[in-house]
Every structure is written in structure tokens, then in C-alpha cells.
């Protein structure tokens, strides 16, 4: 983490804490976050950044803030969905514009407006592979409305996220640790929980250690524990 690199509230994270935590490719952050180059037909082509991350740039190093990694999982979201990234660089241009945001996805409007935000997009690019998609709009839905599962709004936008199986033991927010993940009701780093755990040996023992149920202890074991074998 850098805290005085991000505004303060904004969570903090590297690409990879956030590659980590979304549990997809560090390089798929630093292409969508920091742009890229490719040769067509024998000439380099440049892509922008999709969005300017929370954090100011240093050098080549890419941090990140809490609403750029709700932003990451619906791009990764999309993509498994099978859009292709043009695709939806022109809808989240198109949401952008609609939703008034620069992190539309992170918001409470497209929560409620998402799929007809998202095909009015599409219906601006030109992606012949995405018209079979725009007849099962369906599909869209489902996959909006699984990606908010887990989140928690405050003023319109996404303030906190439930990482764990959408349980509220466990939750992303912010304004505690950074944006760490923590035990919801009582602050402590899952990480710490997991590596205490480890050390002593005992759930129990850790769970009366930080005067946290065993129940809290035991998820923040199986959460960690499901990051590292990511």
C-alpha cells in the first residue's frame, strides 16, 4: 500500500493487492489501467487507459482506489460474458455520459439502468460478434445484477464490498484499513486473523486472542486462504 499516494477514503491498492483481490491477471490491470500498444498491419496502434485510476501515476507503477476495483471486476465481468474490450471501452464511454460518472459501472444508476445503459452502448459499436449477445439481453442482466450482489451503496455509489461469498462477515470498505480486507464488525485484517492463525495454531486460540468470534476467525481463513490458491 501507498496511503499518501490516494486520497484519503479512496481504499489504496496496487495492481497487484488488486489482481489479488479480483483474482485476475496483474498484466489484464496494467493494460486496462495504464494503456497499450499493438501492431495492425505492420503499424502500432495505441489505446488509451479505459479510466485515470484514483491515484496519481508514479513513474510506471499503478495504484489504484476502492471505486477503480469495482470498476475492474464488471470490465473482467463483461469480458467472461463475451464482449470484447472495444466493445465495452464504447459502452463505458456511453455510460459515462449517461450515468454522469467516470466510474459509472460504481454506480447506484446503473444498478437500476445497467442493461439499458450497456445496450444503447453496444448498439454503438461495431462488434459483429456482439449481436447474438444483444438478442439475450438477458444474460447482461444476470450478470449486473450478480456483480452488485455483494455490494453496499452509500450517496449513489458503491461504498463497501462483501468479498467472502457476499457474507457480511468480511468486507472491503474504504474509509477502515485502507480498503484491506477486514471482519466487518470488528476491524481486524483477515490477513492478520489468518497468519495468527497459523502461527498459533488454533482457531480458537486467535478468535479469544482478538475478541473475535471463531465463526469470523474461521472465514477469514477460508477467504485467505482462497486468494492464495488463486
Known amino acids: 500500500m501507498h496511503e499518501a499516494s490516494i486520497p484519503p477514503g479512496a481504499g489504496c491498492y496496487t495492481a497487484p493487492e488488486a489482481a489479488r483481490l479480483l483474482k485476475i491477471p ?6 486496462w489501467l495504464g494503456g497499450y500498444s499493438y ?5 502500432r496502434v495505441a489505446r488509451p487507459p479505459l479510466w485515470t485510476p484514483q491515484a496519481p501515476r508514479r513513474g510506471r507503477q499503478i495504484d489504484l482506489g ?7 471486476r ?3 465481468a463483461f469480458l467472461k460474458a463475451g464482449l470484447s474490450l472495444a466493445t465495452i471501452r464504447k459502452c463505458l464511454e456511453h455510460a459515462r455520459h449517461e450515468v454522469d460518472d ?5 454506480t447506484r444508476r446503473f444498478q437500476t439502468d445497467g ?8 448498439s454503438k459499436a461495431d462488434d459483429s460478434a456482439v449481436l447474438d449477445l444483444k438478442n439475450r439481453q438477458f444474460v447482461f442482466k444476470q450478470v449486473i445484477a450478480r456483480t452488485f450482489r455483494d455490494l453496499d451503496f452509500e450517496n449513489d455509489a458503491v461504498a463497501r464490498w462483501r468479498p467472502w461469498r457476499g ?3 468480511i468486507v472491503i470498505d474504504p474509509l477502515r484499513s485502507f480498503g484491506q480486507p477486514i471482519a ?8 492478520t486473523l489468518f497468519e495468527a492463525a497459523a502461527a498459533e495454531g488454533s482457531v480458537e486460540r486467535v478468535a479469544s486472542l482478538y475478541e473475535v468470534p471463531v465463526s469470523i476467525v474461521r472465514d477469514a481463513i477460508n477467504f485467505e486462504t482462497e486468494l492464495r490458491a488463486a
Open 184 to 191: 466487518a464488525k470488528f476491524g481486524v485484517p483477515t490477513v
Open 74 to 76: 464488471f470490465i473482467d
Open 26 to 31: 496483474v498484466l489484464n490491470i496494467r493494460r
Open 66 to 72: 476502492f471505486r477503480d476495483l469495482v470498476e475492474l
Open 102 to 106: 467516470d466510474r459509472p459501472f460504481s
Open 167 to 169: 457474507k457480511q462477515s
Open 39 to 43: 501492431l495492425r498491419d505492420g503499424e
Open 115 to 122: 442493461r439499458t445503459i450497456f445496450f444503447e452502448g453496444i
